[in-house]
C-alpha cells in the first residue's frame, strides 16, 4: 500500500467509533493505538481498514463490515435452521427482516440459549471449526445429586461412541432435592455433547441452556429476542477465529 493509498488512522477509529477525531490522535499520542502488533504515535498514518488489525488498549478494533452478527436467545423447542420440513417453529421466525443467516453451531431443539448467526460464511466457518477451539459455556440441570466425584470425571475425561470427550471447567451451581445445576464450558461442538457427557456419568439433563460462547454473553437477553454483536465481542471473536 503507497503512502497515497488506505485511510487516516484517526478517521477508522471515529468511523469505528471509538472517538471523535480529536480524541483518537490524543489516543495515537499517548501510544494507546497498535497496527498490526506495533504502537504507533504517528499521526495520519494510512491503513487499510479491510485487512490491518488495530487496537485500542489492546483492544481488537473490527473494521467496518457490510455482513451481519447477531446474537439470538433461541427459545426451547426452536431448530436451529431457517426452514423446517417438520413445521417446526426455526430461528428464522425471530430475525425479522435480516434475510438468510448461518448459525454459528447449532443448539438442539430442547436446548435454549445463546445463538450466534451471520451472512459471513468465512467467519461462521471458521467458529465452528474445533481447531479454533471457541469455548462454549452452558448451565445444565441434571437428574441427581452431582458431587465432585463427578465433576472431576467431566474434567478428566468421559468416553461416548464418537471418542472421548472433556469439560475445561465444571462447577456445581446449586442442588435442588433430586436435581443439579452445573456450569460447564468446553471447547467441542459435538452433536448433543453435553446431554451425552451427562448421561455418560449417570445425571441424565433435564434443562439445557448455552450462556456464553467465548466473550459473547447471553446476560439478560429475553427468550426469542435478538441483538447485534457488540465492537469488542466482534473484535475479540475474529481474534479467536484468527481473521
Known amino acids: ?10 478517521k477508522v477509529l471515529a468511523q469505528a467509533g471509538v472517538a471523535s477525531r480529536r ?8 501510544g494507546r493505538v497498535e497496527v498490526n502488533g506495533e504502537r504507533v504515535r504517528e499521526q495520519g498514518l494510512r491503513v487499510d481498514p479491510a485487512s490491518d488489525v488495530i487496537r485500542v488498549d489492546g483492544k481488537r478494533i473490527p473494521p467496518q463490515r457490510a455482513h451481519l452478527y447477531v446474537v439470538l436467545n433461541k427459545p426451547r423447542g426452536v431448530v436451529s435452521t431457517m426452514d423446517d420440513p417438520q413445521g417446526r417453529p426455526t430461528v428464522a421466525d425471530y430475525l425479522g427482516n435480516r434475510g438468510r443467516l448461518f448459525h454459528v453451531g447449532r443448539l438442539d431443539a430442547d436446548t ?22 471457541v469455548p462454549k459455556t452452558y448451565v445444565a440441570e441434571v437428574a441427581g445429586q ?11 475425561g468421559v468416553m461416548l461412541e464418537d471418542g472421548p470427550v472433556k469439560a475445561d471447567r465444571t462447577k456445581l451451581v446449586q442442588q435442588l432435592g433430586d436435581r443439579s445445576l452445573v456450569r460447564v464450558v468446553l471447547h467441542s461442538g459435538r452433536n448433543r455433547v453435553v446431554r451425552r457427557m451427562f448421561d455418560a456419568v449417570g445425571h441424565p439433563v433435564r434443562k439445557l441452556s448455552r450462556i456464553a460462547i ?6 439478560d437477553l429475553k427468550s426469542g429476542a435478538v441483538r447485534d454483536l457488540t465492537r469488542e465481542e466482534l473484535g475479540a471473536l475474529l481474534d479467536l477465529a484468527k481473521l
Do not use: C
Open 1 to 10: 500500500m503507497s503512502e497515497a493509498e488506505g485511510v487516516r488512522l484517526q
Open 23 to 30: 480524541a483518537a490522535e490524543d489516543l495515537i499520542a499517548r
Open 112 to 133: 435454549e440459549g445463546l445463538l450466534l448467526l451471520t451472512n459471513d460464511g468465512d467467519f461462521a466457518q471458521r467458529m465452528a471449526h474445533p481447531s479454533f477451539e
Open 146 to 156: 452431582v458431587t465432585e466425584a463427578t465433576l472431576k470425571k467431566l474434567r478428566a
Open 214 to 219: 467465548g466473550p459473547v454473553r447471553l446476560g
